[in-house]
Every structure is written in structure tokens, then in C-alpha cells.
């Protein structure tokens, strides 16, 4: 929970934060959501407090999910194992100031959490920080980008995956691949052009063959014989 609100000072240093309340303090760290800072407290009595909720990177964690994060997640077909390392969030930090949400959390760390909406206005998606390389899956032959976690998740049961988090991949992801003998870029036809360019680029980047599957659905609505 939001302790209270400062100056922060990387912002200060660039002469921005005039206001002096960009900085957010929670029991386990700061983290300012203008230009991304963050502290940890080293505090293991405040971190093992919070067993339930948790404040991570500027929003409030709960283990247990509604029911409509349950039924969402349910018509994709994952098991409760897949489950398991998701989260939910009713409360965030927005300007300073905390507010409901209705967030299924993905993903999440000190320096990142990407999350989605479950109200039924604004964005789907919602994320802080740095994206980070995130792999599912043990392959050592086959690694496939894929554009979101669910879909990742899912290919992860038979190769390796990698979620963009996005339609982007990091320039710097791609010195991660070498070991595998294919890599393959993975999305449904409302991205078919974006994925055939980052597949060109890929190959020019890595010196080698890029493969790239488009199909009508996401990876995530396909089942596992499927996939």
C-alpha cells in the first residue's frame, strides 16, 4: 500500500518533477512512474509481510483470482499448474495517486509487470517497466516468439517460447537464440506484415533463416494438438 508520494530524483536531475511527488513509497521500495525508477528496501521483515498482498513496481498483488480472471483465463484451456504464478491487482498508482483496478497480472518483478484489464473500458493491456526476456518451455532445438504471454504459456508445452509482450522484438533479445537449431516468429493475420518484416530482420541480424507462421488465431486460442 502507497505510504506516501516524493520527490524523485532522477527526475529531479533531468528538471522535471516540479511538483515533487512523482517518487511512490511502499513499505517494500519507491518506484516513480515518470521515468521508471525504482529502490528496493533490503528489508526481509517487511517482505515476508506481505504473503497475500503485495505491492510490486507500483501495484497491489493478491495470490487468489476472481472469478472473472479465473473465467478468462479458463477459455483458453491452461491447467491450474499454469496458473499458478499469476496474480491480481486492485490497486495501482496512477499520477501519485492510487486507484482501483481489476488487473490479471502476467507477469511481474521489481522492474516490470504487464497485466490485463479486465473491465470491459480502456486499454486490454497495461505494463510498467523494462521488458524483460522471459522464456517458456525446455526446448534446446526450437525457440517461437509469439505476441503475448497466454499464447507463450501454451507453446511452452512442447518448445521453447518466447512472449514479445508486444509486436516488437529487443534488438539485444535476438543473441539469446543462438543455441537453438530454428527459430521462428509465431502470429495470427491482423500482425501477418509486421511479423514477415521482423523475420527479414531477424535473419539479417542473425546471418541465418528466420521462419515465421502466420495463421487465422493467436497460438493462445489453438489447442495443444494444434499448435
Known amino acids: 500500500m502507497m505510504i506516501k508520494t516524493s520527490q524523485c530524483p532522477q527526475c529531479e536531475k533531468r528538471g522535471k518533477d516540479k511538483h515533487g511527488d512523482n517518487l511512490v513509497e511502499y513499505p517494500d521500495g519507491f518506484h516513480c512512474f515518470s521515468c521508471g525508477y525504482h529502490k528496493h528496501k533490503h528489508n526481509l521483515r517487511a517482505s515476508n509481510e506481505f504473503s497475500e498482498a503485495k505491492v510490486c513496481n507500483g501495484i497491489t498483488l493478491h495470490k487468489k483470482l476472481p472469478t472473472s480472471a479465473l473465467k478468462w483465463l479458463l477459455q483458453y484451456e491452461l491447467t491450474l499448474d499454469e496458473m499458478e504464478n499469476f496474480r491480481y491487482a486492485d490497486k495501482m498508482v496512477k499520477k501519485g495517486q492510487e486507484v482501483d483496478c481489476n488487473l490479471l497480472v502476467l507477469t511481474n518483478s ?41 499464447s507463450a504459456v501454451k507453446v511452452g508445452r512442447l518448445v521453447t517460447a518466447v512472449p514479445m509482450l508486444g509486436a516488437r522484438v529487443l534488438r539485444e533479445w535476438w543473441q539469446n537464440v543462438t543455441p537453438y537449431d530454428r527459430v521462428v516468429i509465431w502470429g ?27 495463421t487465422d488465431k493467436a497460438p493462445k486460442s489453438n489447442n495443444t494438438n494444434t499448435i
Do not use: C, H, M, Q
Open 110 to 150: 521489481n522492474d516490470y509487470w504487464l497485466a490485463r484489464n479486465l473491465d470491459n473500458d480502456g486499454v486490454r493491456y497495461l505494463s510498467s517497466g523494462n521488458k524483460p526476456f522471459l522464456t517458456y518451455g525446455e526446448s534446446k532445438e526450437v525457440i517461437v516468439f509469439v505476441e503475448d504471454i497466454i
Open 188 to 214: 495470427d493475420r491482423d500482425k501477418a506484415i509486421d511479423n514477415i518484416k521482423l523475420a527479414r530482420k531477424a535473419s539479417e541480424i542473425l546471418g541465418r533463416k528466420v521462419e515465421y507462421i502466420i
